[in-house]
């Protein structure tokens, strides 16, 4: 709870660097996550460089660019109501994620050294996968808590990242992809090539 609190301070003093440290620290511990739970890499063969990678890119670009939507979509909606979170969340998953997810899946294929042709065929076939996915996570906790328990957005808190990210950081070119869970066809991992 301490951390929690120190977090919040630091949050509410520098609310901009704070976020954007946030956001690469997550998709840092995402990536780490993936390559060592889900790959199961092991420490002798993790891609620090891929890691650093997704750091680097929650700083750059997820952090300010999330945080700026989310200052702004405060403003066009001001209000912590029921009413206001879910008109929130219709915007930013009916305007903001395909926009965003437009963006980032062919950030992170030039990031990877995908051609232009490569990266522009990697995100026809992963951005229906990707964006039925962001729909399924982000908005399933709505339905699920009856808007009890979905936090309002704040715009302070990189905590609220778009849920696809975690999705991108999954398997590369080559890997075959697994057949879908539990008959959800968004369950497909999409990501990042692996560069080997």
Known sequence: MALWRAYQRALAAHPWKVQVLTAGSLMGLGDIISQQLVERRGLQKHQRGRTLTMVLLGCGFVGPVVGGWYKVL???IPGTTKVDALKKMLLDQGGFAPCFLGCFLPLVGTLNGLSAQDNWAKLQRDYP?????????GCCPMRC?????????EGTSALSLPHSIISTLQ??????????QSGH????RIGLPVRT
Request: aromatic share 14%; with cysteine.
């Open 74 to 76: 405060d403003r066009f």
């Open 171 to 180: 398997i590369g070119p080559g890997t075959v992809r697994q057949p879908p």
């Open 129 to 137: 996968d990707a964006l039925i996915t962001n729909y399924y996570v």
């Open 145 to 153: 808590c009856y808007l009890e328990l979905l936090p309002v957005l």
């Open 185 to 188: 066809s968004s369950f497909h």
